[in-house]
């Protein structure tokens, strides 16, 4: 039972573009939203985050947008450099456990020139 | 970069075998975790640790046990170890009980294969 979902395995962008990652969840006790980046045979590196209480968040290139009512969120990328080409996960704290962090299975970004 | 090590970092052993991964931090988080990674399931927490001594489940503790004697080793075992132990094992560190922002820092991950 997975409470967070990454439905897309995979995603192939034109450099200069955006890129769309997309995040589902299903228990409504989490309150807090992280994306995280990961390069081969390195640890995940934190990205962005955003709070429950927030629809948007964005650090340069980089936005996060919760639809809460949908338990959806969605990271954009604009523009899309080919250093962006790594794994995104999606995490998700429980505000009944804020020490741990639930994953999705990821999505592997690959930015082509 | 976060001070976190882990050892090895890659180890084939077959099944049935005794198998301990550390990590060594510097530092000084209270918190120590480890997660395994695995296709289709992204990270999973094993095991945390709060404090010396003081350990607790994660998500998929079957078969994994730990061990925190001093602040900066967090050590993961797998008794016995079985083919569907084979992953990539990462290590993680914060220093609050609270997971925000850049709060939690990861190791490079540690592969191993179970023959």
């Known amino acids: 039972d997975q409470q967070v979902k990454q439905n897309s395995p995979s995603l192939s962008v034109q450099e200069g573009r955006i890129s769309i990652l997309n995040c589902d969840y299903t228990?409504?006790?989490?309150?807090?939203f992280l994306w995280y980046k990961k390069y081969p045979a390195e640890g995940p590196t934190f990205l962005i985050s955003?709070?429950?209480?927030?629809d948007k968040n964005e650090d340069g290139r980089f936005t996060v947008f919760l639809n809460k009512s949908a338990k959806h969120l969605s990271l954009h990328i604009v523009p899309s450099q080919p250093g962006d080409s790594a794994v995104y996960f999606c995490a998700a704290r429980r505000r009944d456990s804020s020490y741990k962090l639930i994953f999705g299975s990821g999505t592997r970004l690959l930015v082509r020139p | 970069d976060a001070g976190i090590t882990q050892s090895p970092r890659h180890k084939v052993t077959e099944t049935g075998t005794p198998v301990t991964l550390r990590c060594h931090q510097t530092?000084?988080?209270?918190?120590m975790y480890w997660y395994r990674q695995d296709p289709g399931h992204g990270l999973r927490l094993i095991h945390y640790s709060y404090g010396v001594k003081d350990t607790d489940k994660g998500e998929v503790s079957d078969g994994y046990s730990v061990s925190r004697s001093k602040t900066e080793d967090f050590l993961l075992t797998l008794e016995s170890a079985t083919s569907s132990q084979t992953s990539v094992y990462f290590c993680a560190i914060s220093e609050s009980g609270q997971v925000f922002e850049n709060t939690i820092y990861f190791g490079e991950g540690s592969w191993l294969t179970v023959v």
């Open positions: 955003i709070s429950s209480i927030k």
């Open positions: 530092e000084n988080h209270r918190y």
């Open positions: 228990n409504s006790m989490f309150d807090y």
